[in-house]
């Protein structure tokens, strides 16, 4: 069940930076695309999903095919950062789907060195100057990342790293965002702004 246009309107953004998370499934998506409709027209959305299987190649063509046709689409799973510099010159609306994969993208590109507090620290880093740089540009950013640490303490090293370094990413957003929402059950509440 949707939001009715009067409550739509009540979450209607200010901010330069837009960071909304929450748990899978719980909306995040659907809500950002809304939001990005009603901030602008020439709207950039950067998928960082990659199809390394068939389930989530599937998952990735139902995203393609319910956002809008007059949005460009960038699929890039690490290199984030350059884009929104670029295109947050030429665009109204960045929208980053998602930096949950974005980080593991990040993460598992020195796979050997998850565990290595220092590839963390650059990990981080990188999350800081995609937070820098959202705000130079004049484009509005809205990033989308879920909340992994709410549940089960992962049972391997890898899971407990990514939970980790996710939660601390997430962090970074939220505190350079100008406004933040947590979508609950389909429900949005903000949090900061």
């Known amino acids: 069940m949707g939001m009715t246009d009067k409550e739509e309107g009540n979450f209607m953004s200010r901010g330069k ?3 909304i998370t929450g748990g899978a499934r719980s909306g995040k998506s659907n809500f950002a695309e ?3 409709v009603g901030l602008g027209k020439l709207v950039a959305y950067l998928a960082t999903a990659q199809p390394l299987d068939e389930e989530m ?3 990735i063509k139902k995203h393609r095919e319910k956002r809008l046709n007059t949005w460009e689409t960038y699929e890039e799973p690490t290199e984030v950062r ?3 510099s670029r295109l947050g010159l030429e665009k109204e609306v960045i929208l980053i789907d998602c930096l949950t994969l974005l980080t593991s993208n ?4 020195k796979e050997d060195k998850v565990e290595d507090p220092k590839w963390q620290e650059e990990i981080l880093l990188e999350i800081e100057k995609l937070a820098e740089i959202s705000f130079k540009v004049p484009a509005r950013v809205i990033i989308v990342s879920n909340e992994v640490g709410m549940g089960l303490v992962p049972e391997n090293p890898l899971g407990r790293v990514y939970r980790d370094i996710l939660g601390r990413a997430n962090s970074i957003i ?3 965002a100008d406004e933040v929402f947590m979508i609950v059950s389909g429900i949005p509440l903000k949090i900061k702004g």
Do not use: E, S
């Open 17 to 19: 930076l837009i960071f």
């Open 34 to 36: 809304k939001m990005a």
């Open 57 to 59: 190649a599937f998952r």
């Open 82 to 84: 350059g884009l929104v």
């Open 106 to 109: 990040l993460l598992l590109r």
């Open 174 to 176: 939220a505190d350079k």
